[in-house]
């Protein structure tokens, strides 16, 4: 029995998607470090600039390969960055883990427990994603001549 890979989505469809990533990106770029900011979500302790410079890292790393991807993205190209995006992406979330850069008032509700399941759950997949490119990644260098 041969495996094929499914057919790839027409490149309009492809670069329209690229670009829509890029544009949420560099929104989210410039919403989070344009003044008031990451300042104006009342949740945010001050701490969150010990996990800003990582997570600009990873908005910008996406950034970049939509970017390029417009341009060209043969498979393996494609697999390569999303491999780095989403490492960059697990680190990020590694250390929002650790710094925690939240502060809930609502007794009510134990809104750090929530959140931190709601990390680590985001930690979880975004691991299994990162080795699911890497075994795609694999598997394109596998198959060049």
Same mark, same amino acid.
């Given at each position: 029995?041969? *495996? ?13 998607? &690229?670009?829509?990533?890029?544009? @949420?990106?560099?929104?989210?770029? &410039? ?12 949740? !945010? ?8 410079? !990582?997570?600009?890292?990873?908005? *910008? ?6 970017? *390029?991807? !417009? ?14 995006? =989403? ?8 250390? @929002?883990?650790?710094?925690?850069? %939240?502060? %809930?008032?609502?007794? =009510? ?13 985001? @930690?979880?997949? =975004?691991? *299994? ?8 990644? !694999? ?7």
């Amino acid at each position: 029995m041969e *495996i094929h890979a499914p057919a790839r989505r027409p490149a309009v469809a492809r670069r329209t998607g &690229y670009t829509i990533a890029a544009v @949420i990106d560099g929104t989210l770029l &410039y919403a989070i470090n344009a003044h008031p900011g990451w300042q104006a979500v009342p949740l !945010l302790s001050p701490d969150t600039l010990r996990v800003l410079p !990582l997570v600009n890292l990873s908005l *910008i790393a996406a950034l970049i390969a939509s970017t *390029i991807f !417009l341009a060209h993205d043969p498979r393996w190209m494609r697999s390569a960055g999303d491999l780095a995006t =989403t490492l960059i992406s697990l680190t990020a979330l590694a250390q @929002i883990l650790r710094i925690f850069p %939240f502060a %809930f008032d609502d007794p =009510t509700v134990d809104w750090a427990l929530i959140v931190r399941t709601v990390v680590i759950v985001a @930690i979880a997949l =975004t691991a *299994i994603a990162a080795a699911v490119h890497l075994v795609t990644l !694999l598997r394109h260098a596998a198959q060049r001549p």
